[in-house]
């Protein structure tokens, strides 16, 4: 009878004890391969050095919530800088793009961003890379949408429907107001980063519904304001009102309807425009490319010495937050090998368990003519195959896990996630379960090899 035949005995005389033990090496190496599978890959999409957001231009806060805010929609605007400022940033002599966004609204939870026909025919996501059409064109006026590729398969959409847009970064926030319908003119290919969540319209666009709200909430306030004077007027004395007082209500009645033509005018989706005041066609970022390396620092430092906005490096600000996060990758790794290590102890007292109850067994190979080196082959065979069943299992599962929740983070983080069935640092989970196990299990084999076949024989008997 030789080795293998026997080591599959041993492990069949105990298939429960053997299947929870390599279960319990499988979760530790699940854990651990989750861990360092989801490090890497977001390492991989939030790093791209080849991006096309080489600055970012917004308003003076935490340059990394502009970074993450305007590159992957996570988060809320840090804020507006004047129209004026970027238009001057657009016409620095550094400056090769300066592609505008607005932020604000949302349709179903997709972020509404408004920027011009130069964000689809100029502006290059990765390098080489622009944005192409998957069904229609993009916009050529005002009140037109175009769908980023995820944003019209969650919400349904395709050209020729129309969309609503709701006031708020969040769907269902306090005070959402929707806004009149606009056709989707396009969708746009899917490109794999968070620009397939946006929905696209010109600046005009979102700054007028903006604008329309206000007016509407301005012509809110007024009527409620007339509705508190009638009714002190009904509480005085009754009289004839004085032909001021009637003159004053009269110039109030056709101020309010003249206010509320304005506010329908503005809202409708005929292509003439009206003038919208400074405080509300603002700028949110300024996507920039420079005409070259060496005007980084310059620009930047020009941009941040002002007063009214910030300019932030993408690179340099992602590095930073992976640093933050590396600390929290550290604890939960840690975690992780918690698990194997204790997977490992729970090797050992089953090791020992069987060894006790095998000692008859390995007495009676030793008296058949089993050599010594055979049992210590035999025990140290059986950790190493309990130990690389356990580590196959957990990559499996650590795989099909991303696998299967990749396109929910994705949503998340704002950037596809690809992954992959094999890593190299899979190699050097393999390598260390196995040496745990051999080392683990060299202690009871050597107490196996150590067996008195004549005394095991006689307390058996």
Same mark, same amino acid.
């Given at each position: ?136 064109t993009v916009f050529h006026k005002n009140y037109e949408a175009v769908l980023g590729a995820e944003a019209a398969q969650i919400l349904g959409l395709k050209q020729g429907d129309s969309i609503s847009v709701q006031h708020g970064i969040d769907v269902g926030e306090a005070g959402a107001h929707e806004h009149g319908k606009m056709p989707v003119v396009g969708v746009l290919a899917p490109s794999g980063t968070a620009l397939d969540k946006g929905v696209y319209m010109t600046m005009y666009t979102v700054w007028d519904t903006h604008y329309h709200e206000y007016m509407e909430q301005q012509e809110a306030a007024e009527h409620a304001l007339q509705q508190q004077e009638a009714q002190q007027q009904t509480s005085q004395p009754q009289g004839k009102k004085s032909d001021k007082d009637e003159h004053d209500h009269e110039g109030h009645h056709h101020e309010g309807h003249d206010h509320e033509e304005h506010t329908h005018e503005g809202h409708d989706h ?53 640093? *933050? ?14 698990? @194997? $290590? #204790? /997977?490992?102890? +729970? !090797? ?30 035999? *025990? ?14 957990? @990559? $499996? #599962? /650590?795989?099909? +896990? !991303? ?59």
């Amino acid at each position: 009878m030789n080795t293998l035949t026997l080591l599959f005995r041993f492990l069949r005389q105990r298939l429960t004890a053997t299947l929870l033990t390599v279960c319990s090496v499988a979760l530790g190496v699940a854990l651990t391969a989750s861990i360092l599978t989801l490090r890497t890959e977001s390492e991989r999409a939030f790093s791209q050095k080849d991006t096309g957001f080489e600055v970012i231009v917004g308003a003076k806060g935490s340059p990394l919530q502009l970074v993450l805010n305007t590159m992957y929609h996570i988060g809320t605007p840090v804020g507006n800088i004047p129209r004026a400022d970027a238009e001057k940033l657009q016409r620095d002599k550094r400056v090769k793009t300066a592609i505008p966004m607005v932020f604000g609204d949302n349709v179903g939870g997709f972020k509404v961003v408004g920027t011009t026909e130069e964000f689809f025919t100029t502006f290059e996501y990765r390098k080489n890379t622009r944005l192409a059409m998957q069904s229609g064109t993009v916009f050529h006026k005002n009140y037109e949408a175009v769908l980023g590729a995820e944003a019209a398969q969650i919400l349904g959409l395709k050209q020729g429907d129309s969309i609503s847009v709701q006031h708020g970064i969040d769907v269902g926030e306090a005070g959402a107001h929707e806004h009149g319908k606009m056709p989707v003119v396009g969708v746009l290919a899917p490109s794999g980063t968070a620009l397939d969540k946006g929905v696209y319209m010109t600046m005009y666009t979102v700054w007028d519904t903006h604008y329309h709200e206000y007016m509407e909430q301005q012509e809110a306030a007024e009527h409620a304001l007339q509705q508190q004077e009638a009714q002190q007027q009904t509480s005085q004395p009754q009289g004839k009102k004085s032909d001021k007082d009637e003159h004053d209500h009269e110039g109030h009645h056709h101020e309010g309807h003249d206010h509320e033509e304005h506010t329908h005018e503005g809202h409708d989706h005929e292509e003439h425009t009206h003038e919208i005041p400074p405080e509300f066609s603002t700028i949110t970022a300024l996507v920039v490319k420079l005409k070259s390396p060496v005007f980084y620092d310059s620009f930047v430092r020009s941009v941040n010495d002002g007063t009214s906005a910030q300019a932030a490096l993408p690179i340099r600000e992602i590095s930073g937050l992976f640093a *933050i996060v590396g600390n929290v990758n550290g604890v939960l790794l840690g975690v992780s090998y918690m698990v @194997i $290590i #204790v /997977a490992a102890m +729970a !090797f050992l007292a089953a090791l020992y368990n069987s060894l006790n109850e095998r000692r008859r067994e390995i007495a009676i190979l030793r008296s058949l003519g089993a050599h010594r080196r055979t049992i210590l082959t035999l *025990i140290l065979a059986e950790a190493g195959f309990i130990s690389i069943a356990g580590y196959c299992l957990g @990559i $499996i #599962v /650590a795989r099909c +896990a !991303f696998f299967i929740g990749k396109n929910t983070l994705a949503h998340s983080i704002g950037t596809r996630l690809d992954g992959t069935w094999f890593y190299a640092f899979d190699v050097w989970i393999g390598t260390g379960v196995f040496a745990l196990s051999l080392v683990v299990a060299l202690l009871p084999a050597w107490q196996a090899y150590r067996t008195d076949v004549a005394r095991n024989l006689v307390s058996a008997s």
